[in-house]
Structures are given as structure tokens and as C-alpha cells.
């Protein structure tokens, strides 16, 4: 029989207040889309630029959006659907930090974070833990993003070429120390060959596949670099499991 | 048309003011006031889970045991609260910062998303251009993330049940592959960049023996800092 705790977890009440989180974050995308494209527009962008751009976004998020399909398992299966819903929609989403919370609030209620160890005070816990520890990131980027800006002034110095530079020498931070963590620190810490193997394979394809599109002069097939690097780069990943 | 003016065929031809004009002084004036009222309506929102509860159902497990949780929580995402706002700003721009702090998933999608949609847009990252690029691409995003979630939400227990182990076991590799193709991407534009954080960045991750919450803003604000010295000083400047 589903336990109490779970009929109020996966009820109306918090199937709606999915909707409405999800309804939030909906709106925020559908205003920023609209704004972006008339001012686009307004800067003499070219139609098929933005449009494909609008393609390239829904094959890129495509890769991601399986992996997280994936990763929510956890959460589902844990806390129930509604609840995944509610976080993953437009909680934080990162599936690391939604378990690292749901962990933190059934400690401190005393509860495992399974069904059959949970309870009503133990979900309201991990609740409460999973939004006192959100807020802060959505007041934050909220409140202060209207500075940030200044911050990019700071770094470009009113010279597009030197933002170029460095934006693509940030980006290659960024990436490069998840790169560094995920794929080559496992490789030289344990040996594992798997995920590092996954991460060049996708590198060299993601590089020739672009190198590629240009050669041909097809724009157009960089829509598919990283849904193609991903795939490739998991099976062989996989192979050397 | 140059290899270069080829990649660069979605850049418009108004004047870099011009341009700076209108991102500043209109877009980001109105998304500004829309991102900030949002988020706060967010920020209530997000609380509506545990306070159903309480006022529903009168569960309520007592302050100490929230306080506790909290603390739990805040000890290890406590600093990327203000680091990442900061870090990803540049990348993300405005319209991507606002959805990307109320909706999350970051490094996963949103980076990949307005990095894709920048190269296949033909635009120069961190121009008016590639702010507007940017803000489509994520909330593009946010569609997509929306539909999986309710969709993974719903069956994802039957699915999981049908896919062969093989294919299952392939999405543990999912990130490192999707680093992998993005650090990829970015070292065709400036390759020697790539190298410097090769070489310093690993034995700075692996060695350093820094908290994690630090690696990210140190390799972002120091590579930051080594494009504008050595811009300055002419060295490693693209040709176009």
C-alpha cells in the first residue's frame, strides 16, 4: 500500500505547484525570447541567424535533457514524481545538489531517503532543506544581475575583438576544469579509462565535425556537433567500461 | 568571404556603439525589470512544497531540524551562491543569467546551449549580438528542460525499466563527454588557451588541495586576466 507521506507527495496540491514553478520559469523564457528577438532585430540581425539559432538550441539541449531525464530516477523514485517535477523543472535542477540537499534534510530528520524509510516529517524536511537551499541563487542572480554587467565593461574595455578573446578564453576555463575534473583527474587518480576515453572521443569528434562544416561550408551541420560528439564519445566510453 | 567573415556571418553591421546602445540602454533595461520581478516571485514560489505541507497537512518537522538541514546544505553549495552568478555572468549575459539562476542546470545545459547557438548564429561571444543569441538559446532551453523533466517526471520509472543496461550504463559518461565537445569547440577558437589550461589547470585541480568552490572562478577570473594582459601586449591577438 503507498504510504501517507507519498499520497501527499504526489497529490493535486503538488502536482500544481509544479506547474506554477514550472509556469514561473516558462514566462521569464517566453519574455526574454520575445525581448531578445525584437532587439535582435532591431540590431540588424538576420532573420535565419536567430532562427538557427532557435533550431541549434532545441538539438543542444536535447543531449542534456536525456541525461537528466535519466539522472531524476533517483528523485522519483525517492520522492515521487510531483516533487522531481517541482525541482528539476525550476528548482535548481542539478541533480547533484537536489540529492546533496534530499540527503541533508532526511539526516536531519532522522529518515533514508528511500520509500520505504520515509516519512511525512522526513519529506518536509528534505523540502525545506531543498529550498532554503535554492533561494539564495535565484535572489542573487534576481537582485544583483543588474551590476554584472559592469563587470563585462570592466573586462572588454569598450574593444569587441579583446571581449572575443577573452570570452573564448573564459568559456575554455570553464569547460576545461569540468574536463579536468570529470575526465582526467578519474584517469589519473584511479585509472579510469572510460570517462576519460568518453571525453577525448567527443573532442576529437566535436572538433572534426565543426572543421567539417566549414570545409563543406554548410553552417548548418554544427546544429549536430554535440548531439553527435555526445553520442559517440558515450559508446566509446562505454566499450572501455 | 574569409574563413573568418564566413563564421562571423550572423554579426550586423551597425556600429559597435550603436549596438552597445540599444543592448544596454533598452533590452537589458527591460529584461532587468522583468528578471527581477520573477525571481522574487520565484523565491516565493519555491517555498510553496514545505508550506503546503505545514498548512494542509500541519506537518512541520520544527525549526532546529530545518536549521540543521540548512546548515548541512549551505556548508557545501554556500559559496557557489555568489561565485557562480559572478563566473558564468560573461557567458550566460543577461537574459541567460536571469532564467539560468531561477531555473538551474548551468554547466549541464545552459553554457552548452548558448555556446552551440552562438557558433551556429554566426556571432561573436560576449557581443550585443551574442548577448541576444544567448538569451534565445537558453530560453529555448528552458522549453526543452521543461518538457523532459514532466515527461521523466511521469514514465521515467518504465523507461528506465525497458532500456538495455548498455544503453543505461552510456549516460554515466553523459558530462565528461559533453566537457569534452565544448572544451573542444572553444580550442578551435583560441587553441592556445586550451593548452595554458591543460597545463595549469590539472595539476591546479588535482594538487593545489583547494576547495572545489574556488577552481572555477580562479580559472575563469585568471584566464580572464592573461587574455587582457597579453591582448594588450599584442600577443595571441586573431588576425580578423
Same mark, same amino acid.
Given at each position: &500500500?503507498?504510504?501517507?507521506?507519498? *499520497? ?5 496540491? @503538488? ?5 506554477? +514553478? ?19 532585430? *532591431? ?6 541567424? @536567430? ?21 531524476? +530516477? ?21 541533480? &547533484? ?32 532543506? @531543498?529550498? +532554503? ?18 563587470? *563585462? ?9 579583446? &571581449? ?32 576519460? +576515453? ?16 566549414? *570545409?563543406?561550408?554548410?553552417?548548418? @551541420? ?11 564519445? &558515450? ?7 | 568571404?574569409? $574563413?573568418?567573415? $564566413?563564421?562571423?556571418?550572423?554579426? /550586423? /553591421? ?5 549596438? $552597445? ?17 520573477? %525571481? ?21 518537522? =520544527? ?23 559572478? %563566473? ?18 548551468? /554547466? ?13 548564429? #554566426?556571432?561573436?561571444?560576449? /557581443?550585443?549580438?551574442? $548577448?541576444?543569441?544567448? =538569451? ?47 572544451? =573542444? ?15 595549469? #589547470? ?6 593545489? #588541495? ?31
Amino acid at each position: &500500500m503507498e504510504p501517507e507521506w507519498l *499520497k501527499q507527495a504526489t497529490g493535486f496540491g @503538488m502536482w500544481f505547484i509544479g506547474f506554477l +514553478t514550472a509556469g514561473n520559469a516558462l514566462l521569464l523564457s517566453f519574455v526574454i525570447y520575445r525581448k531578445a528577438y525584437r532587439y535582435g532585430r *532591431k540590431l540588424g540581425m538576420k532573420e535565419q541567424s @536567430m532562427k538557427d539559432s532557435v533550431k541549434a538550441s532545441y538539438i543542444t539541449a536535447l543531449g542534456p535533457c536525456l541525461g537528466i531525464f535519466v539522472g531524476m +530516477t533517483v528523485l522519483v523514485i525517492a520522492l515521487g514524481g510531483a516533487v522531481a517535477f517541482i525541482r528539476e523543472s525550476a528548482g535548481v535542477g542539478s541533480i &547533484m545538489f537536489e540529492l546533496i540537499a534530499a540527503r541533508a534534510g532526511s539526516e536531519a530528520a532522522g529518515v533514508q531517503l528511500t520509500r520505504e524509510g520515509m516519512s511525512a516529517t522526513g519529506l518536509s524536511t528534505v523540502l525545506w532543506a @531543498m529550498a +532554503t537551499g535554492s533561494v539564495a541563487w535565484v535572489l542573487i542572480g534576481g537582485v544583483f544581475t543588474r551590476w554584472l554587467p559592469k563587470l *563585462k565593461d570592466l573586462m572588454g574595455q569598450g574593444n569587441p575583438k579583446q &571581449m572575443a578573446v577573452i570570452s573564448a578564453a573564459i568559456m575554455l576555463a570553464a569547460f576545461g576544469r569540468l574536463f579536468i575534473s570529470d575526465g582526467i583527474v578519474p584517469l589519473i587518480r584511479k585509472g579510469a579509462v572510460a570517462p576519460f +576515453t568518453g571525453a577525448i572521443v567527443a573532442l576529437v569528434v566535436a572538433i572534426g565535425w565543426l572543421l567539417w562544416a566549414d *570545409k563543406l561550408r554548410k553552417p548548418a @551541420m554544427k546544429e549536430y556537433f554535440l548531439l553527435i560528439a555526445i553520442i559517440v564519445g &558515450m559508446a566509446a566510453a562505454q566499450m572501455m567500461r | 568571404m574569409s $574563413e573568418k567573415e $564566413e563564421r562571423f556571418h550572423g554579426m /550586423s /553591421s551597425l556600429p559597435d556603439a550603436q549596438k $552597445e546602445a540599444i543592448i544596454k540602454n533598452e533590452y537589458c533595461a527591460e529584461v532587468h525589470t522583468w528578471g527581477l520581478v520573477l %525571481s522574487l516571485i520565484h523565491a516565493v514560489i519555491i517555498f510553496l512544497p514545505p508550506l503546503f505541507l505545514l498548512f494542509v497537512y500541519g506537518i512541520f518537522p =520544527g525549526w532546529a531540524t530545518v536549521g540543521k538541514a540548512f546548515a548541512s546544505v549551505a556548508a557545501i553549495a554556500g559559496p557557489y551562491w555568489f561565485i557562480e552568478p559572478v %563566473s558564468y555572468f560573461l557567458i550566460l549575459g543577461v537574459g541567460g543569467t536571469y532564467i539560468s539562476f531561477l531555473a538551474g542546470n548551468i /554547466s549541464n545545459m545552459r553554457l552548452p546551449v548558448s555556446a552551440v547557438a552562438q557558433e551556429v548564429a #554566426g556571432v561573436r561571444e560576449g /557581443s550585443p549580438e551574442g $548577448e541576444i543569441i544567448g =538569451g534565445i538559446g537558453i530560453s529555448v532551453s528552458q522549453v526543452m528542460l521543461t518538457v523532459a523533466v514532466l515527461a521523466g517526471a511521469i514514465v521515467v520509472t518504465l523507461i528506465i525499466d525497458a532500456l538495455p543496461k548498455s544503453v543505461k550504463g552510456a549516460f554515466d559518461f553523459l558530462l565528461p563527454c559533453l566537457w569534452g565537445a565544448i572544451f =573542444g569547440q572553444f580550442a578551435l577558437r583560441a587553441p592556445q588557451y586550451a593548452i595554458v589550461v591543460l597545463i595549469v #589547470g590539472i595539476p591546479l585541480v588535482m594538487f593545489a #588541495g583547494l576547495p572545489t568552490w574556488t577552481l572555477i572562478p580562479l580559472m575563469v577570473f585568471g584566464l580572464a586576466v592573461l587574455a587582457i594582459i597579453l591582448f594588450k601586449n599584442g600577443i595571441w591577438v586573431p588576425k580578423k
